[in-house]
C-alpha cells in the first residue's frame, strides 16, 4: 500500500462504524452499547455494520489494535534516542500510561469485561494474540537495542517479562484514581530502576541460582 | 455467647437465606440472581430477605468471611505444626486454595464483578476491609510464629506483602484450567521457596539498598 493511498468508500464506512462505536462505548458503557445504535449513530444499515464487524467484540480488538498502534510509533522515536536500558525503558512506559490516559474512564468501566478469564477480550486470550505479540515485540527491542548486560537466561525471557510487568502498570492505572494518573507514573519512576537495578544483579553468583529457578519456574508455568 | 448456644430462629433465617443465595449463584450466576429469586427459593417474603441482606453485595461479603474463617481455621492448626517460615508459608497458602477449590466455577464467572474498581466486592474496597484484615492477620502470624530471620524493615511489611502475593496466587487460580488447580498449587510449591530465599538475603549488604528502595516505593503507593 502507498503512503499516499486515499481511502476507499469501504476502508471510511469501516472507519466511520469504528470510531462512531468506540465514542458510544465511552460514553454509554460496553453493556449498553448495541450494534444497532451503532449502526445508527454511524448512519448506516445494521446489516451494514454487521458487514464489517461481525461483533462489538471485534470492534474492541480494533480499539486494542489501534492503541498498541500508536504506543509502538511512539516507542520508535524513544529508542532511537537512548542505549541505556533504564532509560528506554522508562521512556516506554511512560509513553504507554500517556497513550492510555484519554480513555481512564472507559477503562475503568470496561476493565470487568477484559478481566473475565474466559473473555476473547483478555489479554491473555487467543483473540488478542497478535496486539500481545505486538507489545512484547516494543520489550523486545527495549532489551535488544540497549546496552544492558545480564544473565544470557534471563535476556531471552526478559521481553516477555517486561510485558507481563507493564501489565501489572496497567492494572494498576485501572485502580487509580489519583489527578492525570500521577501515581501510575510514580510506580513506574520508582520502579523501573529497581528492575534495571535487579536485572543487572542478576549476573552476581549468589543471586543467578534464585534467578534461574524463578526463571524455570515461570517457564514452566505460564499458559 | 456459649459453645453450645442453639442458633435462634433469627439466625436460622439469616444463615439458611445465605445458603440458598450462594447455591443460586452458583447455579445461575451472579447477575442473573435477584433477591426475589433467593427468597423465593429458600421459602421467605422479600421483605423478610430484605429484613437481613440489604443487598446482593453484603450475601457476597457475607461469603468473603465465611471463606476467611473456613481458611484461619484450618490455618491454626497448620501453624501450631510448624515454627519453620518456608513450611507455614507453604502451608497456609495450600490451604488457601484446597478452600477456594469447590467455588472454582462460581469464581470465574464472578471475577468480572470483583475486579472493578470501585465495586465494593473488590478485596481492596473499605467494604472488604474488615476481611481484609483477618487475611493479613494469618500472614502476620505465618511471620510472627515462624524462626524467619530477615531485615527488621521488610518484617514489618511482609505480613502484607505476603497477602499481596497470596492475590497473586488467587488471580493465578482464577485464570488456571488445568485439572484440580494443579498449576496453581505447583506456582506455590515453586515460588514459596523463592520468596523464602529472597526474604533471607534481603539482610545482605548488596541487596538490603534494593530492598529497603523496593519498600519505600511499595508504602509510597499502595492506596
Redesign the interface.
Known amino acids: 500500500m502507498s503512503a499516499v493511498a486515499v481511502p476507499t468508500k469501504s476502508e471510511q464506512t469501516r472507519d466511520l462504524i469504528a470510531k462512531t462505536a468506540l465514542r458510544l462505548f465511552r460514553e454509554r458503557g460496553y453493556e449498553a452499547t448495541t450494534m444497532r445504535a451503532i449502526a445508527t449513530e454511524a448512519g448506516v444499515s445494521v446489516g451494514n455494520a454487521y458487514y464489517y464487524f461481525a461483533s462489538k467484540e471485534e470492534l474492541i480488538q480494533l480499539y486494542y489494535e489501534h492503541s498498541q498502534e500508536d504506543h509502538s510509533e511512539v516507542c520508535e522515536a524513544i529508542l532511537a534516542r537512548d542505549r541505556e536500558f533504564r532509560a528506554r525503558l522508562l521512556g516506554v512506559l511512560r509513553a504507554r500510561i500517556d497513550t492510555l490516559q484519554p480513555y481512564k474512564e472507559f477503562a475503568?468501566?470496561f476493565?470487568?469485561?477484559a478481566?473475565?478469564?474466559?473473555s476473547p477480550l483478555s489479554p491473555?486470550s487467543a483473540e488478542s494474540g497478535p496486539v500481545r505479540d505486538a507489545a512484547i515485540a516494543v520489550y523486545r527491542q527495549v532489551v535488544e537495542g540497549s546496552t544492558l548486560k545480564t544473565d544470557p537466561e534471563i535476556r531471552t525471557d526478559l521481553p516477555e517479562l517486561l510485558w507481563l510487568y507493564s501489565m501489572g502498570v496497567v492494572l494498576y492505572w485501572?485502580?487509580d484514581?489519583s489527578p492525570d494518573a500521577e501515581?501510575t507514573y510514580?510506580?513506574v519512576e520508582?520502579?523501573v530502576?529497581?528492575i534495571d537495578?535487579?536485572v543487572g544483579?542478576a549476573r552476581?553468583p549468589?543471586m543467578r541460582g534464585?534467578v534461574r529457578?524463578?526463571l524455570s519456574?515461570y517457564r514452566?508455568?505460564r499458559?
Open positions: 475503568g468501566k476493565f470487568k469485561y478481566a473475565e478469564p474466559s491473555f485501572v485502580y484514581s501515581k510514580r510506580l520508582r520502579t530502576p529497581l537495578k535487579l544483579m552476581l549468589g534464585v529457578e524463578a519456574t514452566d508455568l499458559k
